[in-house]
């Protein structure tokens, strides 16, 4: 069907063995992504490179639901395609990919007692190459190149937070922060300038979510 698949596996210490039991049955491919994949064996990481098939860890919801820590280094040693997502903001409570490169460097980090083990610029590649890599969408987004769609975003480095900084990759990875955001690019329709969102009106969007809720409390007799 050449239908991209992603599933939600191995997430909890209760269902491991679960990316065993695909390979078991042929199921792991280039095209199937697996999110989380916290408990695993070294057989199946092996598995996954193998087969080509990618991971993506949601670092912020693997902390928030007690799932465990991604093993980051492993994956990387094995020659698993890595990206990084938030999964759903309803338990990370953002979408800040500044706060996802962050917590997935510190927890590789402190599960190999060495600061250096997953450096910024490689953190940068999860969040951006490679994480489009896992999405199978990389000769589209993921880099700036000629023939790529323009997705990008301009970040103000005279903000007090960024303007000590001489590495790039360190400024982005272990400092920056959504508020530092000055323009978002996507497929080269600007959604942001100077700061402020253009697409949306802001009040407008909040003002019907906030109904919308009401509405599902109401109807659910949840008050």
């Known amino acids: 069907m050449a239908l991209p698949i992603s599933i939600h596996v191995s997430n909890a210490r209760a269902r491991a063995g679960q990316i065993a039991a695909l390979a078991k049955e042929n199921l792991l491919a280039r095209d199937v992504q697996c999110i989380h994949a916290i408990w695993v064996t070294p057989e ?12 993506s860890f949601s670092p912020y919801t ?10 980051t280094g492993e994956f990387l040693a094995a020659g698993v ?46 969040a951006t190459i490679e994480g489009a890599r896992s999405m199978g969408v990389d000769d589209r987004v993921g880099s700036l190149k000629a023939g790529k769609r323009a997705d ?10 960024l303007g000590v900084f ?17 323009t978002v690019m996507v497929d080269g329709r600007i959604l942001k300038r100077r700061g402020r969102l253009t697409a949306i009106d802001v009040e407008q969007t909040v003002s019907e979510a906030s109904s919308a809720l009401a509405g599902v409390r109401k109807r659910a007799g949840w008050w």
């Open 44 to 55: 199946e990481i092996r598995a996954l490179a193998s087969a080509g098939t990618p991971v």
């Open 62 to 71: 693997e902390l928030r639901i007690g799932f465990g820590f991604p093993q």
């Open 81 to 126: 395609i890595v990206g990084l997502s938030v999964d759903t903001t309803a338990l990370s409570g953002n979408a800040d990919m500044f706060a996802i490169m962050k917590a997935i460097q510190n927890i590789e980090n402190s599960r190999s007692e060495n600061e250096f083990k997953l450096p910024a610029r490689r953190v940068l590649e999860l």
């Open 152 to 161: 990008l975003i301009m970040v103000n480095t005279r903000e007090l937070n």
């Open 166 to 182: 001489s590495e790039p990759a360190h400024m982005l990875v272990e400092a920056a922060q959504p508020a530092n955001v000055d």
